[in-house]
């Protein structure tokens, strides 16, 4: 089995767990480097992203890493507050645009397709102190942005994604404590962010189909986090919690705009409903959508990119939230079970789950009308001491690779995938502590040395050949 020549083989980095160059050449602070900085110990090693792999200084080498792995793509992620310093489109940061103009043209000289986030997670300060994504003008702000990105650089930039992982910014950063803006505000901070994130991606998408499409003729997309979730048993029970379960991690963020019904999907917003009126809420914590607002999300992308890492298992009555307050997890009323044979990861979350980007894809291409996929990331994290001999990255590599080819096969329109990472990388709360790159980095050098792990070669032997060698 081989994969189509035109399959877009890549890697994909975000700019806040690379870059470094954190308050150089006029750029802003944003929400990372306000809260590793003003409270430090909330990341694990109490490092932070000041310097990360330095690929600000470094990004010739990383294309030069590109190009040692025959990678046909890259994904990585502008800086909102590097291009605009106060997150307000008044004022351009002319080293920003500079900057990110250097790094696409070292990987179009030598074939590289660009693939660009607009946003992963390091809003600029300034816009969080008016609310972030609670505020309903983070979709004004966010559309202006938009609009001098796809100016600047979609001339050359064919691929665009809105938003890398609405739940994690909303859930992780709005709901709880485990991302910037650490705000826990859980009885309503997921869902007033999920409404106003995509309107903000329904609007820049607008901005691009309107005013750029026509002389660009590129593609914008968004990126939802994607992970497996099968019923622990076969009981009714079992099943329906996981029905909620798919709905509260991705549904709500890909109903409204892939589905052909529009809005927040049914049985979760019921369950919001129910929940709200129990806790004495005058109205669910979940909000609604204007006609106007769904028609505008309605069919808003020209492509849905997955993140997949995992797959869990989901019971109704077992392993549950205990004294729940009221939150998403309380409104999910269910369990999480990882068997005890899916090989662990350095990570708590991520086990290497069976067949589960085959599951998730097709039930995704059913639900959503068959569009058109790209995975945005996969990949698999080791601890530092395992330095270069990453046998279980390998394998992890091959397991869902051969997935792959299998959603090919269930005739999913499918046309890329992106490994997680391309380099070691600050990995959000967890620091420096857990690595996910192809290529190792030296973060004690201040040359920040690179260097493939055995990984790096299996996946250049994939890419370059269109198959798995499982003997290679
Ligand atoms: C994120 C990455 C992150 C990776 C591993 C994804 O959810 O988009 O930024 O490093 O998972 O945790």
Same mark, same amino acid.
């Given at each position: 089995?081989?994969?189509?020549?035109?399959?877009?083989?890549?890697?994909?980095?975000?700019?806040?767990?690379?870059?470094?160059?954190?308050?150089?050449?006029?750029?802003?602070?944003?929400?990372?480097?306000?809260?590793?900085?003003?409270?430090?110990?909330?990341?694990?090693?109490?490092?932070?992203?000041?310097?990360?792999?330095?690929?600000?200084?470094?990004?010739?080498?990383?294309?030069?890493?590109?190009?040692?792995?025959?990678?046909?793509?890259?994904?990585?992620?502008?800086?909102?507050?590097?291009?605009?310093?106060?997150?307000?489109?008044?004022?351009?940061?002319?080293?920003?645009?500079?900057?990110?103009?250097?790094?696409?043209?070292?990987?179009?000289?030598?074939?590289?397709?660009?693939?660009?986030?607009?946003?992963?997670?390091?809003?600029?300060?300034?816009?969080?102190?008016?609310?972030?994504?609670?505020?309903?003008?983070?979709?004004?702000?966010?559309?202006?942005?938009?609009?001098?990105?796809?100016?600047?650089?979609?001339?050359?930039?064919?691929?665009?994604?809105?938003?890398?992982?609405?739940?994690?910014?909303?859930?992780?950063?709005?709901?709880?404590?485990?991302?910037?803006?650490?705000?826990?505000?859980?009885?309503?901070?997921?869902?007033?962010?999920?409404?106003?994130?995509?309107?903000?991606?329904?609007?820049?998408?607008?901005?691009?189909?309107?005013?750029?499409?026509?002389?660009?003729?590129?593609?914008?997309?968004?990126?939802?986090?994607?992970?497996?979730?099968?019923?622990?048993?076969?009981?009714?029970?079992?099943?329906?919690?996981?029905?909620?379960?798919?709905?509260?991690?991705?549904?709500?963020?890909?109903?409204?705009?892939?589905?052909?019904?529009?809005?927040?999907?049914?049985?979760?917003?019921?369950?919001?409903?129910?929940?709200?009126?129990?806790?004495?809420?005058?109205?669910?914590?979940?909000?609604?959508?204007?006609?106007?607002?769904?028609?505008?999300?309605?069919?808003?992308?020209?492509?849905?990119?997955?993140?997949?890492?995992?797959?869990?298992?989901?019971?109704? %009555?077992? !392993?549950?939230?205990?004294? &729940?307050?009221?939150?998403?997890? /309380? $409104?999910?009323?269910? +369990? =999480?079970?990882?068997?005890?044979?899916?090989?662990?990861?350095?990570?708590?979350?991520?086990?290497?789950?069976?067949?589960?980007?085959?599951?998730?894809?097709?039930?995704?291409?059913?639900?959503?009308?068959?569009?058109?996929?790209?995975? %945005?990331? !996969?990949?698999?994290?080791? &601890?530092?001491?395992?330095?270069? /001999? $990453?046998?279980?990255? +390998? =394998?992890?590599?091959?397991?869902?690779?051969?997935?792959?080819?299998?959603?090919?096969?269930?005739?999913?329109?499918?046309?890329?995938?992106?490994?997680?990472?391309?380099?070691?990388?600050?990995?959000?709360?967890?620091?420096?502590?857990?690595?996910?790159?192809?290529?190792?980095?030296?973060?004690?050098?201040?040359?920040?040395?690179?260097?493939?792990?055995?990984?790096?070669?299996?996946?250049?032997?994939?890419?370059?050949?269109?198959?798995?060698?499982?003997?290679?």
């Amino acid at each position: 089995r081989k994969f189509p020549d035109d399959f877009l083989f890549g890697t994909a980095t975000a700019s806040y767990q690379i870059e470094g160059a954190w308050n150089e050449d006029g750029k802003g602070e944003n929400i990372w480097d306000y809260m590793t900085h003003n409270n430090p110990t909330v990341i694990k090693d109490v490092s932070n992203g000041d310097i990360a792999a330095d690929s600000y200084h470094n990004y010739k080498r990383d294309v030069e890493i590109m190009r040692e792995l025959s990678l046909d793509a890259y994904r990585f992620s502008l800086s909102w507050s590097r291009i605009l310093p106060t997150g307000m489109a008044n004022e351009v940061n002319p080293a920003g645009i500079e900057f990110y103009n250097n790094y696409i043209n070292e990987m179009l000289k030598y074939n590289i397709t660009p693939m660009i986030t607009l946003y992963h997670w390091d809003l600029p300060q300034k816009l969080q102190e008016l609310g972030g994504f609670a505020n309903p003008y983070i979709s004004d702000w966010y559309a202006d942005y938009a609009r001098v990105v796809f100016e600047n650089f979609g001339d050359r930039v064919k691929h665009f994604i809105t938003f890398n992982e609405p739940r994690e910014i909303c859930f992780q950063g709005y709901g709880s404590t485990t991302k910037a803006p650490i705000l826990n505000s859980t009885a309503v901070g997921t869902y007033l962010c999920a409404k106003h994130l995509v309107i903000a991606h329904a609007k820049a998408y607008y901005v691009y189909d309107n005013e750029f499409r026509p002389t660009q003729g590129g593609q914008c997309g968004i990126t939802i986090s994607v992970n497996w979730f099968a019923p622990y048993t076969d009981s009714d029970e079992d099943h329906f919690a996981t029905e909620i379960k798919r709905q509260s991690e991705w549904g709500l963020y890909a109903h409204p705009i892939f589905s052909s019904e529009g809005g927040f999907p049914k049985e979760f917003s019921q369950r919001i409903a129910e929940k709200s009126a129990q806790q004495g809420y005058a109205k669910s914590r979940l909000p609604e959508f204007t006609a106007e607002e769904k028609a505008l999300v309605q069919g808003s992308s020209d492509f849905f990119g997955v993140n997949h890492y995992t797959g869990y298992l989901i019971s109704a %009555t077992q !392993n549950k939230v205990e004294n &729940p307050v009221p939150s998403m997890p /309380d $409104d999910v009323d269910a +369990g =999480t079970i990882v068997p005890e044979e899916w090989p662990k990861s350095a990570s708590t979350w991520l086990t290497l789950a069976p067949n589960s980007i085959l599951n998730a894809l097709t039930d995704l291409k059913e639900r959503y009308n068959n569009p058109i996929f790209y995975i %945005t990331e !996969n990949g698999w994290s080791t &601890p530092p001491e395992t330095g270069l /001999d $990453d046998d279980m990255r +390998g =394998t992890y590599y091959r397991t869902a690779l051969e997935s792959v080819l299998d959603t090919l096969d269930a005739g999913v329109n499918l046309k890329g995938y992106m490994a997680w990472s391309l380099i070691d990388n600050f990995e959000w709360m967890q620091g420096y502590a857990e690595r996910f790159g192809l290529y190792s980095v030296d973060f004690e050098d201040p040359a920040r040395t690179r260097t493939p792990r055995k990984s790096a070669f299996i996946y250049k032997h994939i890419v370059s050949n269109r198959f798995i060698d499982h003997t290679y």
